[in-house]
């Protein structure tokens, strides 16, 4: 298996700001939400910054390990590949679950009715197989972004095909890819049973957040958009259109404002589609700013982030509060915008802190030694070329 593609640097800060992004949203539906909605939707929509994650995953998967199943799928080139992306995610995920359960049974006093349901022993076993996307469960469970790595293992399980569909075949597969995902994307929002399983009286939106029941269907059809985008990708003319600043600025624009003023999903998911290709082709000013140190060590430690941020967040699930937080329930719990603003700045200055630990002392090293024990020994230092899924 060949891994020495071009590592492509202006991703990384996506993954990034997207991870922290989707934190705040959290922060806002578990903790204290200081920015209501009739300002501004954009926080209530970042929960969208999880089909972010999953297009930019399809495109470094084909990026990276394309050639690889380039004209078949060995025995050995898929379990070298299944074994490094195992190592990617499941150090940590496993850490963290483990770490989450002994904090709640053993070290916080009883949970709310809401916890309850969340805090199931039940759907302990189907976290720990990343079966917790599939409708296993009736609600969203235990460390709950970690839903989103459930449809990406399995999506991993199934790469090595679609990537020999989409080198083979490109055309077909690029339209069997659309189909799929037009297909999946319609139901999720307008035909597939859904509801609230914390507030079941209340209508569900058409939107794509879904999670634990519908998350399979979602995360599959963000991995091949982002196949797509690769595809387009490899084209010497569009790199030459979508490399341009201007491009780049004008898609987070839009973004910002289909975020604010809650615009369909899809419209979301294309610009997301658009903003991946835009920024890996670019080679200038956009290329100088996403290559700052800071933006990129955020980007490194982001699967850290995404998997960190439920230790901030339970706490407030089992009888804590912030001063000055009114309201009960998950999503329901307001505070001024000044005071949640603190609250929020040292959230995230605490969840970096952690997160950075995490990465070092748990993410780094058992990436490194599954690979070294059961993998290809050159993948043990890929660092974050490949990243994780959030």
């Excluded at 929960?47 to 994650?53: E, G, K, N, S, T």
């Excluded at 992306?85 to 496993?94: G, K, N, S």
């Excluded at 000013?285 to 982001?302: A, E, F, M, P």
């Excluded at 901030?312 to 307001?334: A, D, E, I, M, Y």
């Amino acid at each position: 298996m060949q891994h020495n593609a071009k590592y492509i640097s202006n991703l990384t800060p996506l993954r990034g700001i997207a991870a922290l992004l989707v934190a705040i949203f959290h922060f806002e539906m578990a903790v204290a939400r200081f920015v209501p909605a009739q300002t501004t939707m954009f926080f209530e929509k970042s929960y969208l910054m999880v089909d972010l994650f999953f297009i930019i995953s399809g495109f470094i998967m084909l990026h990276v390990y394309g050639n690889s199943f380039k004209t078949s799928v060995s025995k050995k080139s898929f379990r070298q590949f299944i074994v490094a992306r195992f190592a990617r995610i499941y150090p940590l995920h496993f850490f963290s679950l483990l770490l989450l359960i002994f904090i709640v049974f053993l070290l916080l006093p009883p949970p709310d009715n809401q916890a309850r349901l969340i805090e199931a022993r039940s759907a302990i076993p189907f976290n720990f197989l990343l079966l917790h996307a599939f409708y296993t469960t009736t609600i969203f469970t235990w460390n709950i972004p970690s839903w989103s790595i459930s449809p990406e293992w399995w999506t991993y399980l199934l790469f090595p095909l679609m990537a020999l569909f989409i080198n083979r075949k490109k055309f077909p597969a690029i339209i069997f890819f659309l189909i799929f995902i037009i297909v999946s994307y319609y139901s999720i929002m307008y035909l597939l049973p859904r509801k609230n399983p914390l507030y079941p009286s209340v209508p569900v939106p058409h939107n794509i957040n879904t999670t634990y029941d519908y998350g399979f269907l979602r995360g599959l059809s963000g991995f091949m958009c982002g196949m797509i985008v690769y595809a387009a990708y490899q084209s010497g003319w569009v790199k030459k259109l979508f490399g341009k600043d201007l491009i780049s600025i004008l898609l987070l624009l839009l973004i910002i404002i289909v975020l604010h003023f809650a615009m369909n999903d899809i419209i979301a998911v294309i610009l997301f589609a658009l903003l991946v290709l835009s920024f890996a082709c670019n080679e200038t000013t956009i290329h100088r700013i996403c290559n700052n140190k800071v933006l990129q060590y955020i980007g490194d430690i982001s699967y850290s982030i995404y998997l960190m941020q439920i230790f901030f967040q339970v706490p407030f699930s089992h009888g804590f509060r912030l001063p000055g937080v009114t309201g009960v329930g998950r999503g329901k719990l307001n505070i001024d915008f000044g005071g949640g603003l603190m609250y929020c700045c040292i959230y995230v200055i605490l969840l970096i802190i952690v997160s950075s630990l995490s990465y070092y002392l748990i993410e780094k090293p058992g990436r490194k030694y599954i690979n070294r024990k059961w993998g290809n020994a050159s993948f043990t230092n890929e660092g974050d070329r490949v990243p994780a899924i959030r």
